[in-house]
């Protein structure tokens, strides 16, 4: 039975093993390790086994790579330390100086940064578009552009873009599509399968699950398994064996814990919708958001991470309402099992809204849902007692 013939929940609890390798241990066991010994001079030389240092890989980055290349179905899966390190590394696989990429405009902060800062300094011109841009990318696109990177949707700001027609243009002109699909993972949206080229995951996030690593990875197609290998190679990317242990043990919940986090979040964002506080919520699968269709369309489920504007209140009242949650931690980063709450970055050339209330960005965590209503009830009546 190939995988193509199986459901993805089934593939993220199957894929990646090792057990018949390892005394049928089930999971494929931590390995640290920087030398692998050669057992004869011709194969040192040859430089023939199946792992060669720990760098290049060993069996914890590859069980992981496994797991997700056939998950993602994908050619080639790259770890390496971190979700923005697997965002550079898809960049600098595809582009070179005198190259242009075109980002969208609601990426992922330190990604926009990585574009106008470092690429640039290495001769790569980076241009923001409008997420919702669709067909019209077209215009953009200049001879010298050799990528087109999306995110969908935005982390902060949720808009939904249209994939597929997207990468048809950018594939007329060339240029390869490149996605952080860190919100939805492969399992609400097959990337490959939409027409995206690089598949880029935080696997920080809904992966790893727990809140307690730092990974990322690349994967592509077949076209661009070369540029990806070398890339990822030559710049010495990696991820512990310990990391990938963590993360392959998050990817076998990923989806039991993501039909929770869709339904959690759901029911906050309808009950919060309904609220005199909030001036609109941000989220796709809503049917009055503006990404609805779309959403729809082309993905199998939501995150549990959306947004709220609030109606107009002073940083008083903010703080007491953020002050007074109990269950929703203050801090960065999200897909962890808990519930967390930050005021929005908006790191784009336009603030797309947002100009009267503040807007804040929630996790939805694997909590019971009526204890995370009550919770904001409760701030929603410190904020008002603040006034
Ligand atoms: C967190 C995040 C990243 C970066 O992941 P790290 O593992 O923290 O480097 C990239 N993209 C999105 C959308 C993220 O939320």
Redesign the pocket.
């Known amino acids: 039975m190939s995988s193509k013939d199986l459901k993805p929940d089934t593939v993220a609890t199957h894929a990646g093993r090792m057990s018949s390798e390892h005394f049928g241990v089930v999971n494929t066991p931590v390995y640290r390790a920087s030398t692998i010994l050669y057992p004869t001079l011709e194969k040192l030389e040859a430089r023939d086994t199946r792992y060669r240092y720990g760098r290049i890989g060993t069996p914890s980055s590859e069980s992981f790579e496994n797991a997700i290349s056939e998950l993602e179905g994908a050619a080639r899966t790259m770890v390496c330390t971190?979700?923005?390190?697997a965002?550079v590394l898809a960049i600098l696989s595809v582009c070179s100086a005198g190259d242009h990429i075109l980002v969208t405009d609601n990426c992922?902060g330190?990604?926009r940064i990585f574009c106008r800062q470092t690429a640039k300094r290495f001769g790569i011109t980076a241009d923001f578009f409008d997420p919702l841009i669709g067909r019209d990318i077209a215009a953009h696109i200049k001879p010298n552009t050799k990528a087109v990177f999306c995110?969908s949707p935005g982390?902060q700001t949720f808009e939904v873009q249209d994939i597929p027609a997207i990468a048809e243009v950018a594939h007329a002109h060339g240029a390869a599509v490149l996605m952080?699909n860190?919100?939805a993972t492969p399992l609400f949206f097959p990337a490959l399968q939409r027409g995206v080229d690089f598949s880029i995951q935080?696997a920080?996030?809904y992966i790893g699950g727990h809140a307690d690593v730092?990974?990322?990875y690349v994967s592509v197609n077949e076209q661009y398994r070369e540029k990806l290998e070398h890339t990822h190679d030559e710049l010495g990317l990696y991820a512990s064996g310990d990391d990938c242990y963590l993360a392959l043990r998050g990817l076998r919940t990923m989806p039991v814990r993501l039909a929770r986090h869709h339904e959690t979040g759901l029911t906050l964002a309808r009950w919060l919708q309904a609220r005199p506080e909030v001036e609109r919520v941000l989220h796709p699968a809503l049917e009055s958001d503006p990404g609805h269709a779309l959403w729809k369309r082309d993905f199998k489920g939501a995150s549990g991470l959306f947004g709220i504007e609030l109606k107009p209140v002073n940083d008083k009242q903010l703080a007491a309402f953020m002050n007074a949650l109990k269950l929703y931690g203050m801090g960065y980063?999200?897909g962890g099992y808990e519930s967390l709450i930050v005021p929005a970055h908006f790191t784009r050339s336009a603030r797309p809204f947002g100009e009267m209330g503040p807007v804040l960005r929630i996790h939805a965590g694997l909590e019971d849902a009526g204890d995370l209503i009550a919770d904001l009830e409760q701030a929603f009546a410190q904020m008002q007692a603040a006034a």
């Open positions: 971190s979700g923005l390190n965002a992922y330190p990604t995110e982390s952080d860190t919100w935080a920080t996030k730092m990974i990322g980063s999200w």
